[in-house]
């Protein structure tokens, strides 16, 4: 179903002019993923020349990565608004592998972890019992704290080294003013205002900026001596592999599927306003287009790629998540490419902009993750595994070198708070699962008030399987009123019996006991029937039990009478 606050959704086509606005927007929150390129080359000792070279490569390898994840395939393709750009998992790794063998050794080991992100999104659906809705909101909620503590760092300039802040008085009052204006656009703009309120504030932002002389000073001089025009110069190299870097870059690969998971989980909830749980399929094409991606990457020379969270927060806070502008990016993107003087206005952009840019992008994400956690019934087990891989992800911001003394086994999955939060999820909830059974019953007395035990059973149960909060309350309500009517109108004789199923897709109520059958009519009983007969009463408590739940059935088995609800979840 259509969420009220989007504009165009996902499979609405804007005009023209909107997608090209849209889509020059979503180029504001990636510019600043591109430096993930610039440190890996410079950091295995590059030119100048070759790091200008790879960022334009790399912004070709963006395009073709956005345009497969926008593609509605049967086998390829989300379908969704997501951006594809250098994903952090790749870079020591990428830096290490520049190092001992060169670009083809890059190339040979970024295209291997490809190919294998591609076989794990053929086996994902397997892991759908490992990956229930509140790990996916977990997911969600720490993709957004991560680009929110992104977003805190080019705010205050903060050194990671030394947690001190740089940033001047005049690049916070930029900071300050770029996201007032975005956030004061979104929330009393109209129209296109708000539709553009990002790249609005992001351009005042950039300009100020470059008039206060708040930016790189490098930064400038490589964007005043970029031509207007040149291909991406690419030579073709023979791909090589190192046994010894095939671990460290699996565990990007693997690292890179799980984060989009979530990414793609958050796509699919803010494009539905009844979205329930992750859907699978859509979660196995989008991978299989970020591990095609990849090796598209490692064939052009650049770092293996991923979804871009904030690229999702963008969409959502401008209301605007048409695949359309996918196709637009993309194709912007593979423009650009050829120009680098546009790749040196991206890569220029001014720290206090871009924090501001993620801050608001982050806000979004972090809710929608609230929101899938909170749709949930969470008993002890769910709230330990939520609350202490939130804390662990926490830990590695505040306490980073006490993550850095792992084995070297476990040093893949140290790498950020994100991953440590999300290892950390799914290997407790794979513990914690453990003892936790599908089908649960309870005695009732047919003499007593049993509105109370009925819906103590139900809260209790819904809590271990972690079931939707509505889901149960509709169970409660026609388990209750079932048992009162079959109390008065069915000659019950002993207590009945309570019994419920659930396996994540289907909650099962069934009613056992012994006396008349409860009569379920397609239609309403007459008044007349109803004032005059007790049949009439048993008709119309029959007819109102059905109304509730989304399939009811009564049968017999043996001796016994059985009432089932079904109910999809």
Sequence with gaps: MRPSNLIYSVDEKPPALICFANAAQQLTVLAPILIYTVLVMRGSGASEDVVAQVVSLTILVCGVGTILQAWPGKWLGSGFLITSAPAAPYVPISIIAIKTGGLP???????????????????VRRFRPFFPAEISGLCILLIGMYVGILAIQALFGLDKATMQATATRTELLISAGTLTLMIGLNLWGKGHLRMLCAIVGVV???LVAVAAGAFNPESMRVLASAPVFALPAWTPKLPQLSVELIVPFMAAALTCALRGMGDLSAAQKINDRDWIRPDMTSIRTGITAN???????????????????????????????????????????IVFSMFPIVSAVMVAMPRPVIGAAFLFTACFI??????????RLLDARRSFIVGIALTASLGYEIFPALYAKAPALLQPFVTSS??????????????????????ASVLLAPDADNHDAVRTFL?????KW??????????????????????????????????????????????????DDLILPERRPTDAQIRETDEGLRLLAGYLIQRN????RASRKGDSAVLEFHFQH
């Design 549 to 552: 739940a989304d399939r009811v």
């Design 105 to 123: 050794l890059l190339a040979g080991m970024t295209m291997l972890a490809g190919i294998f992100e591609i076989g794990f999104a053929q086996i």
């Design 466 to 515: 972690g079931a939707r909060r509505d889901v149960i309350e509709r169970a409660i309500f026609g388990a209750a009123q079932s048992v009162e009517s079959i109390v008065e109108h069915c000659n019950v004789q002993g207590p009945i019996t309570l019994e419920a199923s659930f396996d994540e897709f289907n909650l099962d109520v069934r009613l056992i006991y012994q006396g």
């Design 291 to 333: 591990g095609f991606a990849t090796v598209i990457a490692g064939f052009f020379g650049s770092i293996g790629g991923n979804t871009q969270s904030s690229s999702i927060g963008m969409s959502n806070a401008t209301g605007v998540t048409s695949r359309w502008v996918g196709f637009w990016l993309g194709g912007l993107l």
């Design 204 to 206: 005042c932002g950039y």
């Design 418 to 439: 994100l991953v440590i939060g999300l290892v950390t999820a799914l290997f407790l909830n794979a513990i914690f699962r453990i003892g936790v059974k599908t089908r």
């Design 366 to 375: 972090i809710v929608s993750g609230l929101q899938i956690i909170t749709s």
């Design 459 to 463: 809260d209790q149960q819904g809590a």
